[in-house]
């Protein structure tokens, strides 16, 4: 398969905040920027697959600041990363304000896509023709959070069949929850059964 550069499959989509776009305390809800997000990441994911692609999964989703009504906003998406039937889609969000002409960059996200052929199964996808730094830096960033991934749900995974509530429930003391009176005397008497 022949490298498909970067800029091949680069997508921009500016959406104007529309009044319907906005929750309860007037800012555009969070759900919809999440939308405009994944259809962004699919159409930069399927330009360079060259297939359709699916979303599964979402990295680095934080939004640092709130998006207002009337902001245009303007997600610019590149793929960063290739596997054999995967591929990362950067994402950088950034809302305008128009009038003023200020620029917040909201967030920026990572969309794992994978392509799929006519029989809905993973199929592979053109390798990535890196020509900046930027897309070598790119790469090797997704490279890495891929690796943290693994080992993060690995850790996870070992934690949480190792953990046992009656060796952990201490660590509940300092947080911000409280145990209903039933399910205290139900860890009591587990506690002191597997004495
Ligand atoms: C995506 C899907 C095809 C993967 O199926 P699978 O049986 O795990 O297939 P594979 O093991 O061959 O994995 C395919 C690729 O996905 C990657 N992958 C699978 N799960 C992943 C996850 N949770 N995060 C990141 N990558 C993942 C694999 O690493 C592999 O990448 P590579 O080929 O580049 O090495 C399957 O999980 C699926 O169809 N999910 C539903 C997707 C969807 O419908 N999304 C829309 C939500 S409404």
Redesign the pocket.
């Known amino acids: 398969m022949i490298a498909k550069p970067v800029n091949y499959s680069r997508t921009t989509l500016t959406e104007l905040m529309i009044p319907s776009y906005a929750n309860f305390g007037g800012h555009v809800h969070g759900g919809i920027l999440l939308s405009l997000m994944d259809k962004v990441a699919y159409a930069c994911a399927t330009k360079h697959a060259g297939q359709y692609c ?4 979402v990295d680095g989703v934080n939004f640092r600041q709130p998006v207002d009504v009337g902001e245009l906003v303007s997600l610019m998406a590149s793929v960063n990363y ?7 889609v950067g994402i950088k969000v950034i809302a305008e304000n128009v009038k003023t002409g200020t620029v917040k960059h909201t967030n920026t996200s990572y969309f ?1 896509m ?1 392509a ?1 052929n006519d029989a ?3 199929t ?2 053109p390798p990535l023709l890196l020509e900046a730094p930027d897309d070598v830096r790119r790469f090797l960033e997704a490279m890495k959070r ?1 690796e943290l ?1 693994t080992s993060f749900s690995q850790h996870f995974d070992n934690a949480r069949t190792q953990m046992l509530v009656k060796e952990n429930i201490g660590n509940l003391e300092k947080e911000r929850c409280a145990l209903s009176d039933n399910l205290n005397q139900h860890l009591l008497d587990l506690m002191s059964s597997s004495k």
């Open positions: 699916v979303t599964v999964s290739v596997g054999r039937t995967s591929l990362v794992t994978v799929k809905d199964q993973p592979e996808v891929k991934r």
